[in-house]
């Protein structure tokens, strides 16, 4: 009789401390799921709080003026086209990195929507094509920007560039005979300004690569050039 109640005694303390497991176990698992659900809340309460202080403190043109610097880069992806030249395969593809440093030139120019200043960038580039085949690229260019500054944190521009372009890609192409290449480029962007520095980056352009006639092909590649990044603008140099 005493064995059994000794047996019942064990087997009700061991129920109970497996209940306390439990519920420690679970008060635990509250606790991180609390303090995870508090982290990602201030979080977002500080960058919410941090950008709302951003939108009613600044808008571009009171950052980009003449003599800022931009730091930045950006990533894109080239598809080319035959719809613009005479290239005559569109089976043309390259990931692109683009970083870039640049200089405001200029206080800001006309009036109305259209206001805004130049802005000169050196960009080198590197580019790892996929299709037709593996390859690899890397040249750099001098950019020409447009900034236009009547529209608080967004900044839209235009900006052109042209450079000089080694690739891997020729002569196994029927475009191009030589490596060496030279590159022009054109298009629209934008940036958004997140802080009074940092802004996100968006744009495309209209990329050409081709060797002046330097060898004994050179139909050129026309390709379309999506991209977005990130830049920093710090204070005026001059």
């Given at each position: 009789?005493?064995?059994?109640?000794?047996?019942?005694?064990?087997?009700?303390?061991?129920?109970?401390?497996?209940?306390s497991g439990r519920i420690i176990d679970d008060l635990r698992r509250q606790?991180?799921?609390?303090?995870?659900?508090?982290?990602?809340?201030?979080?977002?309460?500080?960058?919410?709080?941090?950008?709302?202080?951003?939108?009613?403190?600044?808008?571009?043109?009171?950052?980009?003026?003449?003599?800022?610097?931009?730091?930045?880069?950006?990533?894109?992806?080239?598809?080319?086209?035959?719809?613009?030249?005479?290239?005559?395969?569109?089976?043309?593809?390259?990931?692109?990195?683009?970083?870039?440093?640049?200089?405001?030139?200029?206080?800001?120019?006309?009036?109305?929507?259209?206001?805004?200043?130049?802005?000169?960038?050196?960009?080198?580039?590197?580019?790892?094509?996929?299709?037709?085949?593996?390859?690899?690229?890397?040249?750099?260019?001098?950019?020409?920007?447009?900034?236009?500054?009547?529209?608080?944190?967004?900044?839209?521009?235009?900006?052109?560039?042209?450079?000089?372009?080694?690739?891997?890609?020729?002569?196994?192409?029927?475009?191009?005979?030589?490596?060496?290449?030279?590159?022009?480029?054109?298009?629209?962007?934008?940036?958004?300004?997140?802080?009074?520095?940092?802004?996100?980056?968006?744009?495309?352009?209209?990329?050409?690569?081709?060797?002046?006639?330097?060898?004994?092909?050179?139909?050129?590649?026309?390709?379309?050039?999506p991209y977005v990044g990130l830049s920093f603008f710090l204070p005026r140099?001059?």
């Open positions: 009789m005493r064995t059994r109640e000794a047996r019942d005694g064990r087997y009700r303390r061991l129920v109970a401390l497996r209940a606790g991180r799921a609390s303090f995870f659900v508090s982290l990602v809340m201030g979080s977002m309460l500080w960058i919410d709080g941090g950008v709302a202080m951003a939108e009613s403190s600044f808008a571009a043109r009171d950052v980009v003026k003449r003599g800022a610097i931009e730091l930045g880069g950006a990533v894109g992806y080239a598809q080319a086209t035959t719809a613009i030249g005479a290239g005559t395969s569109a089976n043309r593809a390259a990931v692109f990195v683009l970083p870039r440093i640049g200089i405001v030139l200029t206080d800001p120019l006309g009036s109305g929507w259209y206001q805004g200043n130049v802005e000169m960038l050196v960009e080198p580039v590197y580019a790892r094509f996929t299709k037709p085949f593996a390859a690899d690229g890397a040249g750099g260019s001098f950019v020409v920007k447009y900034n236009f500054l009547s529209f608080g944190r967004w900044m839209p521009f235009w900006d052109a560039g042209a450079g000089i372009f080694w690739t891997n890609l020729a002569p196994r192409i029927s475009e191009q005979s030589t490596q060496f290449e030279f590159g022009l480029e054109t298009g629209p962007g934008v940036h958004y300004f997140v802080t009074d520095r940092i802004s996100w980056t968006m744009g495309v352009r209209l990329h050409h690569i081709s060797n002046a006639n330097l060898g004994e092909r050179n139909t050129g590649i026309n390709g379309v050039l140099a001059f």
